[in-house]
């Protein structure tokens, strides 16, 4: 993860059933170098909940504030809480040489793109259109009506994949892991994340 | 390596004295799946030496030949021998899904890069200037002025790192060869090589 000298943000997103929670949560079992990035919300504590681990708990105003002084990568409202990125704990983070990792929706991946376009932007996807329709099944309670729009809804958000730099096929969860990780160590290894090399000679 | 349908053009290549015989070789004694590009030349063979394994031997009226019907992704004649990197045995493996590795030196790897600029272009590098002092020294034989141009040389070299993809430091050659196999397997990931996904939904 030390191989550029700033570290470098990965945002791993993709469509609902691709299965981002659980390959996110794999990823930093398996590389603790990795800092996962933290939000920003509204909605109150749940039992457990700890500020700056889980969530960094703000009040309306104090959220609104942080949107008017640009200071987070991206937000958007969910039934009436507001959830987002601060832009801080990204940024000190990889200004120490941290890898950061984003686990966002499509419409908040794209948002961090047009705040953050040096970040590494990957597509997660199911291995197929008959496994992401037994996924959705799989969460339960889904009318007939509910579950074709959630997988109308994914299929129109795969063709999304072209405003990403990679798209990962997450088959067996171990295996999405290796192509992530591979993905890591290749950017810090990009040309462009390394030009201070050559001052060095 | 089959991750993509496609196989992929890997161009490794670097200054003189980065190891790029070693780390190639080691490369390719760890990824049996990789397939190493096959030189044509017009020098005698050696003893041992077999026609398409180490070299395609070629007659200088043959390799001219090669030359005039576009049929090498580069060349350059070597103290009165020809050397060149034939087009259709890296097509034959990239159709047929297999990855190709080609170790050359940055004059080939331009040519390389004009002729098939799909491909990835990985340059090797010592770990420091004193690194690479000590590599042509160990070479033995050198007089100061020869140190001195190889040396001149290798610095000069290491600044068109630019028009490569990626740059791999050669501190360790396992270490080179894992971030070699990241480069791979992330390459495999990147979207516009797999832009066929998308019409399986």
């Given at each position: 993860m030390t191989e550029g000298k700033r570290g470098i943000l990965f945002v791993l997103s993709g469509p609902s059933g691709a299965g981002k929670g659980t390959v996110c949560q794999a990823l930093m079992a398996r590389q603790p170098d990795l800092s996962l990035s933290v939000s920003a919300t509204t909605r109150l504590p749940r039992e457990g909940e700890q500020h700056g681990v889980n969530y960094f708990f703000k009040s309306p105003e104090e959220f609104h504030a942080m949107i008017a002084y640009n200071q987070l990568l991206e937000w958007a409202e969910v039934y009436g809480n507001f959830y987002g990125t601060p832009r801080n704990f990204v940024e000190e983070k990889l200004e120490r040489g941290v890898d950061v990792l984003l686990e966002i929706d499509i419409q908040g991946a794209m948002q961090v793109r047009h705040t953050y376009p040096e970040g590494v932007f990957i597509f997660l996807i199911p291995p197929s259109a008959t496994e992401l329709k037994s996924r959705i099944l799989g969460?339960?309670?889904?009318t007939d009506e509910s579950f074709q729009r959630r997988f109308g809804a994914a299929r129109h958000e795969?063709?999304?994949?072209?405003?990403?730099?990679y798209v990962v096929v997450n088959d067996v969860v171990d295996s999405a892991c290796v192509r992530i990780e591979a993905i890591i160590r290749a950017e810090h290894c990009s040309v462009h994340r390394n030009l201070e090399l050559l001052s060095e000679w």
């Open positions: 969460r339960g309670s889904e795969l063709q999304r994949m072209k405003e990403y730099n």
